[in-house]
DNA sequence: TCCGTCTAGTGATTTATCTC
DNA sequence: GAGATAAATCACTAGACGGA
């Protein structure tokens, strides 16, 4: 052991105490005198010590660490501003909570383990959180053979009864946003997504879902468009974007001249770049921060054995906004 | 030389027991 | 009751040792 460590050992000594008592005080024991905790703590500022997390783990079989999976092969996660609002939250209630935070990929080596394999099954975190778009079947019977706690992100496709989960209301989302556009009289509302983004993202398929149930309750005709074209063809006033990526798309297309001049954008929560359109959006806003708060006290409350923790946790979109461009 | 086994050590915590 | 002490615990590694 290097002497000029500090540790437990060395702050009992110079403290004249037992390391079980430094131990106690650390930990808050009711049964430490005042005089003897004031002392110990005195020391314990005085040469700046902090407990040696993995020694601490390795007694208390954690590790105070927590780890992201994330889907290093989907650029679009890294592109969308969504990723970065929900690490941010995840991070607030992990550090609060004197956890660390672990980002790990799906990146394979040659012999085709995974990063989050090893983390896994070598107990690297003392839980995760991981997309719903790496939740399978696999990475489920993966967490629980090594009875790691985890928490999916994103939408509740499939699943088995013992998962918790944190989601969006992205009905309610589509439902703010399309009421937002009737409301501002609007009546040719339509939603532009693409096939292929159907068939993968099940929030889209809520989207539209919400969008089309939103349309029949006000007596308007919905109708979904895959191309500019269809926009155009069907005179669109208002068109609901899916995504950011999707309305980036359809203003480019716009730019490279299929004109759309007169339909209003709609999209789902607001984007920094929102400030260099020569447009107004209109928006429903996502609190995604707080989605990743939700999904950090869900995991803590599972690794902490807390009772009644929630199966589900749903957010609710705000009031539709427009941006500040007029 | 290789292999298997045993022991000590790592740091913080917990627990049982003891002393004052 | 407050606090000290010793041992066990956690998971793993390094090194020593003996036998083949």
């Given amino acids: 052991m290097n002497e000029n460590k500090i540790t437990i050992q060395k702050i009992a000594e110079l403290a004249g105490v037992n390391k079980a008592t430094v131990s106690r005080v650390l930990n808050g024991s009711a049964t430490i005198s005042q005089k003897t905790k004031e002392k110990v703590e005195r020391i314990i500022k005085e040469y700046n010590y902090t407990p040696n997390t993995i020694a601490r783990g390795l007694a208390v079989n954690k590790t105070f660490t927590v780890g992201f999976c994330h889907d290093y092969k989907d650029k679009r996660a890294f592109a969308n501003h969504f990723f970065y609002k929900m690490l941010q939250g995840i991070e607030n209630v992990i550090y609060d909570n004197d956890y660390l935070f672990l980002m790990m990929s799906r990146h394979e080596r040659?012999?085709?383990?995974?990063?989050?394999?090893?983390?896994?099954?070598?107990?690297?975190?003392?839980?995760?959180?991981?997309?719903?778009?790496?939740?399978?079947?696999?990475?489920?019977?993966?967490?629980?053979?090594?009875?790691?706690?985890?928490?999916?992100?994103?939408?509740?496709?499939?699943?088995?009864?013992?998962?918790r989960w944190v989601d969006v209301d992205n009905r309610q989302a589509a439902q703010l946003l399309t009421e937002r556009l009737y409301e501002n009289g609007y009546r040719r509302i339509h939603l532009y997504t693409d096939q292929e983004a159907i068939a993968r993202d099940k929030f889209i398929a809520d989207r539209i879902d919400g969008y089309n149930r939103t349309m029949e309750k006000l007596g308007l005709p919905a109708f979904v468009?895959?191309?500019?074209?269809?926009?155009?063809?069907?005179g669109t006033e208002a068109v609901i974007c899916c995504t950011h990526e999707q309305l980036f798309e359809l203003l480019k297309e716009t730019a490279d001249g299929l004109p759309l001049p007169d339909a209003e954008l709609g999209t789902f929560d607001e984007n920094p770049m929102f400030q260099y359109f020569k447009r107004t959006v209109h928006y429903v806003s996502i609190d995604l921060e707080k989605m990743g708060e939700q999904a950090a006290h869900l995991l803590l409350s599972i690794i902490n054995q807390k009772e009644d923790v929630p199966h589900f946790v749903q957010i609710p979109a705000f009031l539709a906004r427009t941006s500040d461009f007029e």
């Fill in 225 to 234: 468009a895959t191309s500019v074209g269809e926009l155009q063809a069907r």
């Fill in 110 to 163: 040659e012999d085709g383990t995974s990063m989050f394999e090893r983390v896994v099954k070598e107990r690297r975190v003392d839980g995760v959180i991981l997309p719903s778009s790496l939740y399978n079947e696999a990475n489920y019977r993966l967490l629980k053979e090594h009875r790691m706690p985890f928490v999916v992100l994103g939408e509740r496709e499939f699943g088995h009864s013992d998962v």
